[in-house]
């Protein structure tokens, strides 16, 4: 059975404490609460910006156009291809 909670600890400055003790308090919350939210909103952007790629119209043009007719493959890639087939077929 998982535990519903985990506990998360971190050594700050005293001016850092006294910094997220004021933010907490201006939004009204615990500083716990505080500092759990501002690091998900933090977590969530890092992951997002690792999960998608932004590319600009004409990056995005040339994707779609490599996607749809792509380039023929260099010889070395060939090769490696003809290999693999050899080393991967039934026995």
Do not use: Y
């Not at 850092?16 to 716990?32: C, N, Y």
């Not at 759990?36 to 600009?56: G, H």
């Amino acid at each position: 059975m998982m535990a519903k909670h985990a506990r998360v600890e971190a050594w700050v400055s005293p001016g850092v404490l006294d910094l997220l003790k004021r933010a907490a308090e201006i939004e009204g919350r615990s500083l716990s609460d505080f500092v759990v939210s501002a690091a998900c909103v933090a977590a969530e952007k890092t992951v997002a910006q690792t999960d998608a790629i932004a590319l600009s119209d004409a990056d995005q043009l040339r994707f779609a156009q490599a996607l749809i007719n792509p380039p023929p493959l260099a010889p070395a890639m060939e090769r490696a291809i003809d290999r693999h087939k050899r080393m991967t077929r039934p026995v």
